[in-house]
């Protein structure tokens, strides 16, 4: 179902855009709208399989992106933009539910709790104001993923940046991923390699409650 925009501003998209439309040669895998994921179940607001961002931080993306390519990579996302709802999700998943079919893969050496108290998960997430990005490099050469030393979501200390536990090749890519980003104008985040936000973020203070959906964009 298609949600109608209202008169909230939390609900107004008209300072986003859909990331593939921005920036073409991205490859989407926005884990939220799967099942594939910590919880195990698609997430609230996941309406379709997209990505989107603030008109200002594609347009960062894009530069980063196109720098990239000349070096022979794309930049492949895991997620973008997230609904304030889906974040009350994870933190109701964490608390009441019981359910922990997912331990093995994303967090295997904590409790469901451990994951909000180190930081993993936060109660307000930078992605809910639109400007935070989780993303990984894909050599276009082989066709795969660059080695992080790590997977997307796995809470961990060995998804932290500056994590030595992992060879000299992983954190070299880890830190060249960084890089590109920080040139972009994007601040990465300490305890995931893969996440990063807008510096000059336009809404800093605001969390969105409209869906992940392009068609709602549009509306």
């Not at 998209?13 to 179940?41: C, D, K, M, W």
């Not at 200002?56 to 000349?70: F, G, P």
Request: glycine share 6%.
């Amino acid at each position: 179902m298609v949600t109608t925009p209202s008169t909230d501003p939390l609900m107004d998209p008209s300072g986003f855009v859909v990331l593939a439309e921005q920036v073409p040669q991205i490859v989407q895998e926005i884990r939220y709208y799967s099942t594939f994921n910590f919880i195990g179940e698609r997430v609230d607001g996941y309406e379709e399989p997209c990505a989107l961002l603030t008109r200002e931080a594609a347009r960062a993306l894009k530069s980063v992106s196109n720098e990239l390519a000349v070096q022979g990579y794309r930049l492949k996302v895991f997620d973008a933009y997230r609904p304030a709802c889906a974040v009350r999700q994870f933190i109701f998943w964490g608390i009441e539910d019981q359910d922990v079919r997912m331990k093995p893969y994303f967090y295997p050496d904590l409790e469901k709790q451990e994951i909000f108290q180190k930081g993993y998960i936060a109660k307000r997430s930078s992605h809910s104001r639109g400007s935070a990005v989780d993303l990984t490099l894909l050599d276009m050469r082989t066709g795969k993923e660059v080695d992080m030393g790590g997977p997307f979501d796995l809470f961990s200390e060995r998804s932290h940046p500056s994590f030595r536990g992992i060879t000299d090749r992983q954190y070299e890519n880890r830190m060249f991923l960084q890089s590109a980003m920080a040139r972009g104008g994007f601040l990465p985040l300490d305890c995931e390699w893969w996440h990063f936000c807008l510096k000059d973020e336009p809404f800093p203070d605001r969390y969105f409650e409209f869906p992940v959906s392009s068609a709602y964009l549009r509306k």
